[in-house]
Structures are given as structure tokens and as C-alpha cells.
């Protein structure tokens, strides 16, 4: 069974490229209003608990007592990222999905363009910076691995099939 602190996150991931996609399409401001009541009622009435939801042409941002998370349609690598987080080269930024709560903040970064090379040469950046490989794998037509340096984390996977793949960075509050 999930528990409801994860089906808020899964119900704001399913959601929210619904809500993107309206608001990246020039949706009227009333629109983006009611679209934002509509989730906070929906995540509401899965969680019992209360939730403020902000939607902007191209942002969605979710508020609740335990934390915050925000969806962006971005291109760019993400300039919030800590220092220490080399970028990947060669893919495409799509989004970027960041969260804060009282253990730290993540950043989720979808990629595209990801291939067995430019994830070998991600492995390979991060190794050169001092990170920790925990865990390679290969999956079919995927690859995933988890890293560790200091109070950070990455896991980074991708899929041949789907032609990209996602970064989670995560840094523990200090």
C-alpha cells in the first residue's frame, strides 16, 4: 500500500504535465484558477491534508505543511543545482521538478537525447569530481546508477526505447 505522503507526490506528478501542458498552451488566467483548485481539491481529498497550488503558464507549484514541490517546462540545466553536481552532457533538459520538505531538497531533471555513451561519460564525470558509484545497472534497454558525495545523492537512469531518462539529485538539509 503507498502511503499518503508518496500518493501526494504521485498524484501531483500525474496531474501536473496535464495542468503544464494547458498553461504552456495560452490557457486564460480563470482557466489556470480553476485548474489549480481542481488539484488542490484532489490532493486534499487524498492526503487530508491542506495544499496551496500555484499555476502559471509553464509552472506548477504545490505548498503543504510538510514541504513544497514545483514543476517547470525548462531546457537549461538547472543553475540551483548544488556546485558539486557535474552537468550531463549531451542530453536535452525537458523539466525540472524540485522539492523541498524538512529532510533537504531534490531536483528531478528530465532528460532526453540519453544514450549508453553520454550515460558512460556522466559515470565517468562523476568519478573524475570524487562521487561514489554505489550501484551500475543495466535493464534491457536502460541503464540506471545511484551516486553519493557527502550529503548529496544521484540516481540517473535512462531508457533507449524512450530516448531519455531522468536525474534525481538530492541534498539533505544541514
Do not use: H
Not at 540551483?80 to 531536483?107: C, H, M, N, S, Y
Request: a neutral charge; charged letters at 30%; one cysteine or more.
Amino acid at each position: 500500500m503507498i502511503s499518503k505522503k508518496y500518493g501526494l507526490w504521485a498524484i501531483l506528478i500525474l496531474v501536473s504535465f496535464g495542468f503544464l501542458l494547458s498553461a504552456s498552451c495560452g490557457v486564460k488566467k480563470t482557466e489556470e484558477d480553476r485548474a489549480a483548485k481542481s488539484v488542490e481539491a484532489r490532493i486534499k481529498k487524498a492526503t487530508g491534508k491542506k495544499v496551496d497550488v500555484d499555476l502559471q503558464k509553464g509552472k506548477l507549484k504545490v505548498e503543504t505543511d510538510e514541504g513544497s514541490a514545483e514543476l517547470r517546462e525548462e531546457n537549461e540545466w538547472p543553475s540551483d543545482l548544488p556546485g558539486e553536481v557535474p552537468e550531463f552532457g549531451g542530453a536535452t533538459v525537458k523539466a525540472v521538478i524540485r522539492t523541498k520538505t524538512e529532510q533537504g531538497q531534490q531536483w528531478n531533471i528530465m532528460l532526453g537525447n540519453i544514450t549508453q555513451e553520454t550515460m558512460r561519460d556522466y559515470v565517468e564525470k562523476l568519478k573524475e569530481t570524487g562521487w561514489e558509484i554505489s550501484m551500475e545497472s543495466t535493464m534491457g534497454d536502460g541503464a540506471m546508477i545511484q551516486a553519493q558525495k557527502d550529503d548529496l545523492f544521484i540516481i540517473a537512469g535512462y531508457s533507449k526505447k524512450e530516448g531519455g531518462g531522468s536525474i534525481n539529485v538530492g541534498a539533505k538539509r544541514q
